[in-house]
């Protein structure tokens, strides 16, 4: 088993940063990849963005390119999403997840992940 545990959540007004944390613990030998989904009330859960935990190579959705930034320290198994330039429809619910990923065109697919931390609430007000 992989136990996630996300932390840095708040609120900040639009323009503002937050920089959300995953630390994982258990067998992590059972996941290469880590990714941060995102989720609204009446919403499907979406991806934001990926890192293969052994090349460091990352994904990001559309919408949060060139803002966020994920990135991991290999020694604390943290993995991290520093998130700029935040804007109101940022506000949601982020999830941190992990699997063991082997066709990086499938990154964005929930059922990929097996192991889910609890969440943290991002909102940003305009």
């Known amino acids: 088993q992989v136990q996630l545990m996300e932390s840095g959540g708040g609120s900040v007004h639009a323009g503002g940063s937050l920089r959300l944390d995953c630390a994982a613990t258990?067998?992590?030998?059972?996941?290469?990849?880590m990714v941060w989904f995102r989720q609204t009330p009446g919403k499907e859960r979406e991806p934001v963005a990926g890192?293969?935990?052994?090349?460091?190579?990352?994904q990001y959705a559309s919408s949060v390119l060139g803002r966020f930034a994920i990135s991991q320290d290999w020694a604390e198994k943290t993995v991290s999403l520093q998130m700029n330039n935040l804007q109101p429809e940022d506000t949601a619910t982020y999830y941190c997840?992990?699997?063991?990923?082997?066709?990086?065109?499938?990154?964005?697919?929930?059922?990929?992940?097996?192991?889910w931390g609890q969440g943290t609430q991002v909102t940003v007000s305009s």
């Open positions: 890192i293969y935990t052994t090349t460091e190579d990352t």
């Open positions: 258990g067998e992590t030998y059972r996941r290469n990849f």
């Open positions: 997840a992990a699997g063991h990923l082997s066709d990086r065109a499938l990154w964005s697919r929930e059922s990929i992940y097996p192991y």
